[in-house]
């Protein structure tokens, strides 16, 4: 927990700081409001974040240094594998879709979906796959019909 709590608090510091330094100088807006700058109360958000999260960092950091852990842990093939394949599938599924049209693909991402999720009936896998594609036809051809797309 104390890694998760160390990486948490340095991203938020970066965000805090990415805050401070650029998005609120450049797109804070000018005028006053009750009297005070508008960057006043973004400015003031930011830096509580910012100091939050470095404690958080550097209370995690100490945990980790007293019990002797490294702020980095690579997780095992197995462990990366089961969080990088849905992106690996979307990626893919995107790529797809860029070269052929969303309602010969979706069936396919659906059906492929349900497979990967343990599901075995073919009588479930293939309406639940087809309906939607055929809906978002039926759909898409009549908003063309009418001139509407």
Do not use: N
């Not at 006043?40 to 852990?69: F, P, Y």
């Not at 599924?93 to 693909?105: G, N």
């Amino acid at each position: 927990m104390a890694r998760m709590d160390f990486w948490s608090g340095a991203v938020v510091s970066a965000l805090a700081l990415a805050l401070i330094i650029w998005v609120i100088p450049t797109y804070g807006g000018g005028g006053a409001a009750f009297g005070l700058p508008p960057q006043l109360l973004a400015s003031l958000g930011a830096w509580l974040m910012l100091i939050c999260a470095a404690a958080l960092s550097l209370v995690s950091a100490v945990k980790l240094w007293r019990a002797g852990e490294s702020p980095i842990q690579l997780p095992s093939g197995s462990h990366l594998w089961h969080m990088l394949w849905p992106f690996l599938y979307v990626l893919g599924f995107i790529f797809l879709v860029d070269r052929f049209p969303l309602t010969w693909i979706a069936p396919l991402l659906i059906g492929a979906l349900l497979v990967i999720l343990g599901e075995r009936r073919w009588y479930l896998v293939l309406p639940v796959a087809v309906v939607p594609a055929l809906g978002l036809y039926v759909l898409t051809a009549h908003l063309m019909r009418i001139g509407v797309v």
